[in-house]
């Protein structure tokens, strides 16, 4: 009976070690498209299909109308990204890598052999799987008729690149992975409070103000959550949060916000401004960045 009765506590130990690091698997990998629908923002002369990836992770897939040429912002997940130019009925010819880590990049070299065709992988970072086309700042890059410039944003990794893409006709679009995101930025990881203020007031900021911005990650309400925190008397802060909340509760995006809307909500954006500084207890703009990202970093969201 002894023997038995270990026999049964062990399978039910493994049993349960089995499921604990499945649910452990699925928390950090999540289902397929399951955080998000998949959703199209269709503007006159390009297309941008936001696609869902991983627990929280956005990719992108650009395209050109005019040529049908298309690229693809951080594709993490290389069968998800070939259904959607299936679908679109597109030429994809680019990869646009904003940063090495695996949610961002951890996708490319599988999507080079499955695409069983040569793609250009763009990227600021040696470490980026796949790379063979290396940027920096200011170099342009084109599918088909959109222009796209490379802005280099070092902070949440040394080689960090946002994408801005201009349309013939004005329209505008950046891709800015874990550097900018809705109502906050990256962590710290690899740099400092200078380069993330060089990042997002100097480069950022200073793009035309209907820009849309597109994140890497869905963390809106997270991040509005802070914001709320350090400007409890933001009105634009608190209706965003009722927006999103709708917009999560039928797991629709949040995303693109633009960047006249992050100057009105997002503290990171407003270092200059005199009740960010004053939550912060600094009354210079770089220090109250790296004030920001430490209270961050450790803040729980309340929603």
């Known amino acids: 009976m002894h023997t038995l009765w270990q026999r049964f506590q062990n399978s039910v130990l493994q049993n349960l070690t089995a499921t604990y690091f499945r649910a452990q698997k699925l928390r950090k990998v999540g289902f397929r498209g399951m955080h998000t629908s998949v959703e199209d923002l269709k503007m006159a002369n390009m297309k941008v ?20 040429e298309a690229a693809i912002v951080d594709p993490v997940d290389p069968e998800c990204v070939l259904d959607a130019v299936k679908q679109e009925q597109v030429n994809l010819t680019k990869i646009l890598t904003t940063h090495h880590h695996w949610d961002h990049a951890g996708g490319n070299e599988k999507l080079l052999k499955m695409c069983q065709k040569s793609l250009q992988v763009y990227g600021g970072d040696e470490r980026i799987g796949g790379l063979n086309c290396k940027v920096k700042q200011d170099d342009s890059i084109q599918i088909g008729d959109l222009k796209v410039t490379c802005l280099f944003t070092p902070c949440h990794t040394t080689g960090h690149i946002c994408y801005y893409v201009e349309a013939p006709n004005g329209e505008r679009c950046v891709f800015t992975g874990d550097t900018l995101f809705q109502g ?18 100097e480069k950022l900021s200073a793009l035309p103000d209907d820009t849309k911005v597109f994140c890497g ?9 802070y914001a709320r925190h350090v400007e409890p008397l933001n009105e634009d802060i608190q209706k965003r ?24 909500w997002n503290p990171f954006m407003r270092v200059h401004v005199a009740s960010v500084q004053k939550h ?11 004030s920001l990202r430490k209270e961050k970093d450790n803040f729980k969201a309340h929603l």
């Open 49 to 68: 299909k936001i696609l869902p990836a991983l627990q929280d992770n956005y990719m992108y897939l650009i395209v050109c109308d005019a040529t049908k």
């Open 280 to 290: 912060a207890q600094q009354s210079e703009p770089i220090a109250t960045m790296g």
């Open 184 to 201: 906050g930025c990256g962590r710290f990881f690899e740099g400092t409070p200078e380069q993330m203020y060089s990042a997002l007031i």
């Open 241 to 264: 949060i009722e927006w999103a909340k709708l917009r999560r509760a039928t797991k629709s995006p949040t995303v693109p916000s633009t960047i006249a809307e992050e100057k009105l």
């Open 217 to 225: 990650h869905e963390y809106t309400l997270q991040n509005m959550s």
